[in-house]
């Protein structure tokens, strides 16, 4: 038996493209025993942003126990546009698990994909990445504090030792 998730609270997604062969889904699961209800809001994306539940920069979103919502952007623009989501839940309202999959396609062809977590707000952090030939790692930091935040990243080994 898994533990209740928490309630209300604010998340975001660091990156979310749109255009020139992108587009992404914001995908919300709701595993608690009541309804939840919030919004998500999309910054960077001048004028809103398409999707199939319309254009705008923020979307509500109700969830009953057990169900899952999900917003896709359209993908049309011709030119990639690139800025974050967040999530905002109502207070006493269950605290969905949400990601964000991000598509890249050539036609009907899918290119890549990958899939970037709703993020709560951090001071500390640890994550893998990669230091081999051909392999990239890239990493996104979204401030949404409004005030300058000074970031340090600091390399290690498999030992814990610095680079």
């Excluded at 809001?41 to 923020?58: H, R, V």
């Excluded at 993908?75 to 546009?81: F, H, I, M």
Aim: charged residues 5%; negative net charge.
């Amino acid at each position: 038996m898994y533990p209740p998730p928490s309630t209300g609270g604010f998340a975001t997604f660091p990156t979310i493209a749109d255009g020139g062969g992108y587009a992404t889904d914001v995908i919300l699961v709701n595993s608690g025993a009541t309804t939840s209800s919030g919004t998500i809001g999309f910054s960077g994306f001048a004028g809103g942003i398409a999707t199939d539940l319309g254009t705008n920069s923020s979307f509500t979103f109700t969830i009953p126990a057990g169900g899952m919502w999900r917003i896709r952007t359209a993908g049309t623009p011709a030119t990639v546009t690139s800025g974050y989501a967040a999530m905002s839940v109502n207070a006493n309202s269950p605290t969905p698990s949400a990601t964000a999959i991000i598509r890249l396609s050539s036609g009907s062809n899918l290119t890549s994909e990958t899939s970037v977590p709703a993020q709560v707000p951090f001071s500390n952090a640890m994550m893998f990445g990669s230091n081999e030939t051909n392999l990239s790692t890239g990493i996104a930091l979204l401030n949404g504090s409004g005030q300058p935040a000074q970031v340090t990243l600091q390399p290690l080994d498999g030992t814990g030792a610095l680079l």
